[in-house]
């Protein structure tokens, strides 16, 4: 894959939580019965940073989950290697709370549409709202974000890659060109 362009760096990334956690804030008008679940692998990484700010602004801390969708995906028979499934840690009931999914990137919909299956699985909460830094477009299914860092039109052939200190240490967002 070829380097493209950088549309994020560290500040850029900075920003873009610190406004998604004002607007989860302002959209919630607070934090009572707010928890944040944050989709495997970079999703987790951003909930529990969007959680810091939180805390941070509000002076309250919300529960923080952990989802592996990797059996609800769609495309699970099409694999050629048997899928790494790693666990989802929900140490709080999400029946009747308001859940904030969050994960690096949205393309399709089709990862989002299996998070909301695994989140139905837990119990059944009071509103799910979607937080993603970048939404790249071409969606397949009739799924949006809530919030959203930053809007990136890209074609099919362009990959959004989202480099998190936690996860791969370095701290951008670059789009990169399939060869």
Do not use: C, W
């Amino acid at each position: 894959m070829k380097h493209k362009a950088q549309i994020l760096d560290k500040e850029g990334i900075r920003r873009a939580l610190t406004r998604i956690a004002h607007e989860i804030i302002e959209r919630n008008k607070g934090t009572d019965g707010l928890a944040l679940i944050g989709i495997r692998r970079r999703g987790v990484p951003l909930a529990e940073r969007l959680a810091a700010k939180i805390r941070e602004i509000e002076g309250s801390s919300v529960p923080v989950g952990t989802l592996d969708i990797t059996l609800y995906r769609d495309d699970l028979t099409t694999m050629d290697q048997q899928p790494l499934v790693h666990r989802t840690e929900v140490s709080f009931p999400v029946s009747d709370k308001k859940i904030v999914l969050v994960d690096d990137v949205i393309y399709t919909g089709r990862t989002i549409r299996a998070a909301l299956d695994a989140i139905m699985d837990l119990g059944r909460p009071r509103v799910i709202q979607l937080a993603v830094l970048i939404d790249r477009g071409h969606r397949e299914l009739p799924i949006r974000a809530d919030y959203v860092g930053k809007n990136v039109p890209t074609s099919r052939r362009e990959v959004v890659a989202v480099r998190l200190q936690e996860t791969d240490g370095e701290e951008r967002v670059l789009i990169l060109e399939k060869d």
